[in-house]
């Protein structure tokens, strides 16, 4: 006897969710401000860049642009250009953000880890935390800062540098 014919299967429908990573290092210097996640820390050393050199900030927007498949940071904001010498990277990321949500992005969750052997991170998590949410337009509790040291371990383990890692979830709603 015949199989009978099944029905084709309905396209499903595109997906909604997207993940995109960024990955970001500076070199530290001393008598720098040491920006990250757009606070000020009091420290000796400061990230060295064409921006402030939030690395926080910078992983950030590179997951952000990843995930929504918008390229990168410096296709976005090139170092070349002038116009983003000394920028507040606060500011670039909110440029990114007010774009994607124009085109109805929107964070479902990041997560992030720095990774500095000083200063001491910890009591500043919260505060970066509410900070990222504010530039993203979600909740702190959709955000997650984690620290990590390198066990005094080459270029970051000898305070030369600093550099963060970031996960991102997007919707498109
Ligand atoms: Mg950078």
């Given amino acids: 006897m015949a199989q009978p014919t099944l029905p084709t299967p309905p396209t499903p429908p595109t997906p909604s969710f997207r993940i995109g990573q960024g990955y970001d290092l500076h070199r530290l210097e001393a008598g720098r401000p ?3 996640g757009g606070l000020v820390i009091d420290f000796d050393k400061g990230p060295v860049g064409h921006s402030d050199g939030d690395v926080l900030l910078h ?3 590179d997951a952000l642009l990843g995930a929504t498949g918008q390229g990168d940071i410096g296709q976005w904001f090139p170092p ?3 116009r983003y010498k000394g920028a507040d ?4 990321l909110g440029q990114v953000m007010a774009q994607l949500t124009q085109a109805g992005w929107q964070v479902v969750n990041l997560d992030s880890t720095v990774f500095a052997e000083a200063p001491k991170l910890s009591p500043y998590k919260t505060e970066l935390a509410q900070r990222l949410a504010g530039l993203l337009g979600i909740d702190a509790s959709q955000i997650n800062v984690k620290a990590k040291t390198m066990e005094g371990l080459g ?3 000898s305070q030369e540098a600093i550099a963060a890692s970031v996960t991102v979830l997007m919707q498109q709603v």
Avoid: N
Avoid at 89 to 92: F, G, I, K, M, Q
């Fill in 155 to 157: 270029a970051i383990g």
């Fill in 80 to 82: 070349s250009d002038a």
């Fill in 89 to 92: 990277s606060a500011e670039l």
């Fill in 59 to 61: 992983a950030a927007t």
């Fill in 34 to 36: 040491f920006v990250l």
